[in-house]
């Protein structure tokens, strides 16, 4: 039987992060999006997804969902069987002090022209920038909306600082960025990966924050390399 992989996509993102490995990996795995739009706590978000997953499940994390990851390490670390940790980084908001700003100025420009003038100039790389991955990551927020954008970003600012989570982490751990990642830049990467014990640390060239639609093919082999761990 396929092994259930649980994908988290990011901030204002849903199952159009993930397209590629939804079909790259549904031969070796029952690959699964969750929606993270829900809740503006990290437990709470933590506790209810639980409640929707099977007893046992390989679990990957993009930027905001690998934060989220982390939670769902803490509260149930006997169900996961692999980690996969994806432009994200352990530590507290870097940006907790921005995060009303951020959503008033969210409200006032609306959800996708915030996106595509304050956000997008930061996340891709600029040997990787195409039009399609830039509309594609501008009608997700579109579609999530500014509800979510709100919840997220609380979530976000209030978060746990995961590093002391990371000594007891023992499964078999893919810690994985862009090398050209501004928001999760390769030291955060390799702080993650120094600390837990079963970790392969790879860093993709000619790649930005959202790997998983930058170099999707390379993504894929990582995972599924991690899961015949």
């Known amino acids: 039987m396929r092994h259930p992989f649980i994908l988290l996509p990011g901030t204002l993102c849903d199952e159009r992060l993930w397209s590629a490995q939804l079909n790259g990996l549904s031969l070796v795995a029952q690959p699964r999006v969750i929606d993270i739009g829900f809740a503006d706590k990290m437990t709470i978000l933590g506790a ?66 915030y996106v595509r003038k304050q956000l997008l100039p930061g996340y891709l790389c600029y040997d990787a920038k195409t039009s399609d991955i830039e509309e594609t990551i501008v009608s997700m927020a579109q579609t999530s909306g500014l509800g979510v954008f709100e919840r997220q970003t609380l979530a976000a600012q209030h978060r746990q600082d995961s590093r002391d989570d990371l000594d007891s982490i023992t499964v078999p751990t893919l810690v994985t960025a862009g090398l050209e990642d501004k928001l999760c830049p390769p030291a955060l990467q390799w702080e993650m990966a120094d600390r837990i014990s079963d970790a392969r640390c790879e860093l993709l060239p000619q790649c930005g924050h959202f790997s998983p639609l930058e170099k999707p093919d390379r993504i894929n082999q990582l995972l599924s390399a991690l899961l015949m761990q």
């Open 48 to 113: 209810k997804i639980l409640e929707r997953l099977p007893p046992r499940f390989a679990l990957a994390g993009f930027s905001f969902g690998g934060i989220l990851a982390f939670e769902l390490w803490r509260q149930a670390p006997q169900r996961i069987t692999h980690l996969a940790l994806i432009d994200t980084n352990a530590r507290p908001d870097p940006q907790a002090d921005m995060r009303a700003e951020q959503r008033q100025a969210a409200k006032r420009m609306g959800i996708g022209t």
